[in-house]
């Protein structure tokens, strides 16, 4: 059975870090394209970055470009997002989100709801001014 259970969100205040982490199971992160969204209240769920199997290939929206760095450990079957010099309109809950794809796959232009099967319940980021 699937599963993708987030953690590492908390409340910071501007110019904080947080390292999400996402555990994976039920399958190997190593086949699949894997992504972080996030959605604050009242808007719209938002692509953030997409990071294919092998780790070979690594997408960011602009607005974390520079701030934020995803990583995926396949041997741990986890994935992270390293977010620093975070601003309060991060504020947020988090998504990990994985999709089966051919073994060495780009994931490029994966960047919809609609682009993944699997989702996790989300974490909790809170940026204070």
């Known amino acids: 059975q699937v599963h993708l259970a987030e953690s590492g969100g908390g409340s910071v205040q501007t110019g904080g870090s947080l390292n999400l982490s996402c555990v994976a199971s039920g399958f190997p992160t190593e086949t699949h394209c894997m992504a972080w969204f996030r959605q604050a209240p009242g808007k719209e769920l938002e692509w953030v970055s997409t990071?294919?199997?092998?780790?070979?290939?690594?997408y960011y929206h602009d607005y974390v470009k520079g701030r934020f760095t995803i990583s995926l450990d396949n041997s741990k079957n986890t994935l992270y997002l390293q977010m620093n010099s975070l601003k309060p309109e991060d504020t947020a809950m988090y998504y990990c989100a994985a999709d089966p794809s051919r073994r060495g796959a780009s994931c490029y232009g994966r960047t919809r709801r609609r682009d993944y099967h699997d989702w996790g319940q989300g974490t909790q980021v809170t940026v204070s001014s």
């Open positions: 990071i294919n199997g092998p780790g070979a290939y690594i």
